[in-house]
């Protein structure tokens, strides 16, 4: 099963400094239900209590201390060493649940204070989240607030698949399997970010020979690049290109409402899953082994529906 890494608060453990819990019941019922989330309560794993006094970010912005205003003590080195500490297990994550604001697991927008005064500014992020995006730049991170946005979920769903698809490539990496991956990303990777979907592709076409290193570029790359969510757009656009390979295989009449159906999405009258609907319905009477493929038509479990409101 897919394991998501997640702050232990969001699934209801009471180990915030005043005792209480953040639960998610997005992570903590939909997505619980298809993932294995794995908590770390980094405050908690440093020995701090439940309850304890609070922390804050404290001086440069891109380099904060963290620091318990009450003591002094300053925690920095013992937060980043937790998560340094347990880089092997992290290695087995496709994705991590942030929670947000806080000191230590707040992806952006974290309060850093101006040592000695409450002058701050919205700009940090958390002492645990920047040592975990340092070890893996591709693993897809989000915060719980951000999860409530549909089009944020279901971006953030979507990387945690194609990741872990990535993962699960046999390894060492050879030139064959990562071009049989990228194939299947191409639509996904299109209706994303355009300018990356032709430089990686001519990329990868001009490698000879696969090294480690233009692995990780790639899969960094591509990771970055669906960071950006697929603009409606972009969508209309791989769905106009999916339509015509049914051109030859579809009568006038389906072939015209297939197109209505997209434009009808293109201008927001219809979510995303209607034309694709129709698509996936065309590939299922007209199988397409390059179509059949593409994540873009599958990308997670349908149930999980983060498609609807698209
Ligand atoms: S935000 Fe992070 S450090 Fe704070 S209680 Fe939740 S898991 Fe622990």
Redesign the pocket.
């Known amino acids: 099963m897919i394991k998501v890494g997640i702050?232990?608060?969001?699934i209801g453990?009471q180990?915030?400094?005043d005792g209480g819990?953040?639960r998610s019941a997005f992570c903590d019922e939909e997505l619980r239900r298809h993932v294995e989330l794995v908590?770390?309560?980094?405050?908690?794993?440093i020995g701090l209590g439940v309850p304890r006094p609070t922390i804050r970010l404290e001086g440069d912005v891109d380099a904060p201390q963290a620091v318990i205003p009450k003591t002094g003590q300053n925690v920095t080195a013992g937060?980043s060493d937790f998560a340094t500490n347990r880089q092997r297990q992290y290695t087995q994550l496709s994705g991590y649940v942030?929670?947000a604001k806080?000191p230590?697991?707040?992806m952006e927008r974290v309060r850093v204070y101006k040592p000695g005064t409450n002058e701050n500014a919205k700009d940090g992020m958390?002492i645990?989240a920047r040592r975990l995006r340092e070890m893996f730049p591709a693993l897809p991170l989000e915060e719980d607030g951000r999860l409530n946005d549909p089009l944020l979920r279901e971006n953030f769903v979507l990387r945690v698949y194609v990741y872990d698809a990535w993962k699960k490539l046999p390894q060492p990496l050879k030139s064959a399997d990562i071009q049989a991956f990228h194939a299947r990303q191409k639509f996904t990777l299109l209706a994303h970010d355009q300018p990356t979907y032709r430089k990686l592709g001519r990329e990868l076409a001009e490698q000879k020979t696969m090294t480690p290193e233009f692995a990780t570029y790639y899969i960094e790359t591509l990771m970055n690049a669906l960071t950006q969510p697929a603009s409606r757009k972009n969508n209309t656009n791989v769905l106009q290109h999916i339509q015509g390979f049914f051109k030859d295989h579809i009568e006038s009449a389906e072939r015209q409402e297939l197109a209505e159906l997209i434009l009808e999405y293109n201008a927001g009258r219809v979510p995303l899953m209607v034309p694709l609907s129709m698509i996936n319905h065309y590939l299922r009477k007209h199988p397409d082994a390059y179509l059949s493929q593409q994540s873009y038509l599958r990308p997670y479990p349908d149930d999980l529906k983060l498609r609807y409101g698209l």
């Open positions: 702050s232990s608060c969001l453990e180990v915030r400094y819990h953040k908590p770390y309560c980094p405050e908690v794993g937060i942030l929670c806080s230590s697991c707040g958390g645990f």
